[in-house]
Nanobody, 122 residues
Framework: QVQLVESGGGLVQAGGSLKLSCAAS????????FAWFRQPPGKEREFVAA????????FYADSVKGRFAISKDKAKNTVTLEMNSLAPEDTAVYSC???????????????WGQGSQVTVAS
C-alpha cells in the first residue's frame, strides 16, 4: 500500500508563500492522479489541485487558480504544491491523496497522507 508523507506546512504572513511536498513510498502507477485537498477550521475538506502522474494535465479549484501551482518530480516520487499570495482564508490542514482519476470528490481517492497545517496570519 502506498504511503504518502507531507511536509512543508507552517505559519506565514498574508501575501507570503509556502511549499508543500508529498512523498510517495513507492513509484506510483502511470494511471494514478495526485491531488491536494484542504480542510479549513470547522469546514469540510475541499479540493485544491490535482496532477496526472503520466501526463502534464493539472487541475485547480477556482479559489487557488493563478496563486497555487502543482508539480511532480518522477525521480523522487514527489508532488509539490507551491502556494503564493496566501490569504487567511487559505488556513487549513492540507492533505495529499492518490486516486485513479481527477476529481473534486474525496471518495475518488484511496490513499491519503496525514495532513500538514498551513496557517496564514493577517
Amino acid at each position: 500500500q502506498v504511503q504518502l508523507v507531507e511536509s512543508g506546512g507552517g505559519l506565514v504572513q498574508a501575501g507570503g508563500s509556502l511549499k508543500l511536498s508529498c512523498a510517495a513510498s513507492e513509484r506510483p502507477y502511470s494511471s494514478h492522479v495526485f491531488a491536494w485537498f484542504r480542510q479549513p477550521p470547522g469546514k469540510e475538506r475541499e479540493f485544491v489541485a490535482a496532477i496526472r502522474w503520466s501526463r502534464d494535465s493539472t487541475f485547480y479549484a477556482d479559489s487557488v487558480k493563478g496563486r497555487f501551482a502543482i508539480s511532480k518530480d518522477k525521480a523522487k516520487n514527489t508532488v509539490t504544491l507551491e502556494m503564493n499570495s496566501l490569504a487567511p482564508e487559505d488556513t487549513a490542514v492540507y492533505s495529499c491523496a492518490v486516486g485513479k482519476c481527477p476529481s473534486y470528490s474525496t471518495t475518488k481517492y484511496f490513499h491519503w497522507g496525514q495532513g500538514s497545517q498551513v496557517t496564514v496570519a493577517s
